[in-house]
């Protein structure tokens, strides 16, 4: 019989995503020293000046300083790991589509697939939601402006009524960068309830694309947009 393949513990997996953002993040080992350490200076000051006389309370006190540590510890590790991941990610082709799918839920379609690619590896991506119809490209603004319009007044033609918001990721000043596009797109005004929402998307689905899929881009990874 084949071996299964065995999965890594909880206490295992968060010391991968510690080695790996410690590769990026060269602070992250002291702020999370910092992060737990912390607390339970405080509790231990506060157990000796208000219940030094009590050694129970005291050692409660101490246990529930180690436990805040603990939590704030693994807040700091994940906030400072989703920072390096998004680092990483950063000036990579394609990583606009793996963070539209990734960090928007329900009520949004999106797909990791471009519906414009330019020679330059400039890419446009799109989601609909309950915002409306969202256009970012990916590159400097001078080459991916005419992209984004271009994919913006092909929707206008077939749905008119429907809001078209352009944004741009890269390193221009004013784009967006990869880890603000989930609090962006969210933060939009709805505009759509959830069937309209997958009304839009057939009638975009329509438009078809002949896409050439540059080098960087592997097809085989490429899948559909489903509902979140």
């Known amino acids: 019989m084949a071996k299964r393949t065995k999965t890594p513990g909880r206490i295992a997996q ?63 590790l994940g906030k400072r790991a989703e920072t390096a991941a998004y680092d990483q990610m ?13 960090v928007l839920r329900r009520g949004w379609i999106t ?14 991506f799109r989601a609909v939601g309950r915002g409306g119809i969202v256009l970012i490209g990916e590159g400097p603004i001078s080459r991916t402006n005419r992209m984004v319009g271009d994919e913006a007044r092909k929707i206008t033609r077939v749905i008119p009524n429907v809001t078209v918001h352009q944004f741009f990721v890269g390193p221009d000043e004013g784009s967006l960068q990869l880890k603000e596009i989930g609090k962006t797109l969210r933060g939009l005004k709805k505009s759509l309830n ?12 329509s438009l078809g694309s002949a896409l050439p899929i540059p080098k960087g881009i592997d097809p085989r990874r490429v899948r559909a947009g489903k509902p979140r």
């Open 111 to 124: 797909s990791d697939t471009p519906i414009a690619v330019n020679k330059n590896r400039d890419c446009v």
């Open 194 to 205: 959830a069937r309209e929402v997958s009304v839009v998307e057939s009638r975009l689905a």
């Open 14 to 76: 968060m010391w991968q995503v510690y080695t790996m953002t410690r590769r990026v993040d060269k602070a992250v080992t002291a702020l999370l020293l910092l992060g737990f350490l912390a607390p339970i200076a405080v509790a231990v000051i506060v157990g000796l000046v208000f219940f030094g006389s009590s050694i129970l309370t005291l050692i409660l006190i101490i246990v529930i300083g180690v436990l805040a540590g603990v939590v704030l510890g693994l807040y700091i």
């Open 90 to 102: 950063a000036g990579q082709p394609g990583a606009t589509g793996a963070v539209l799918t990734s």
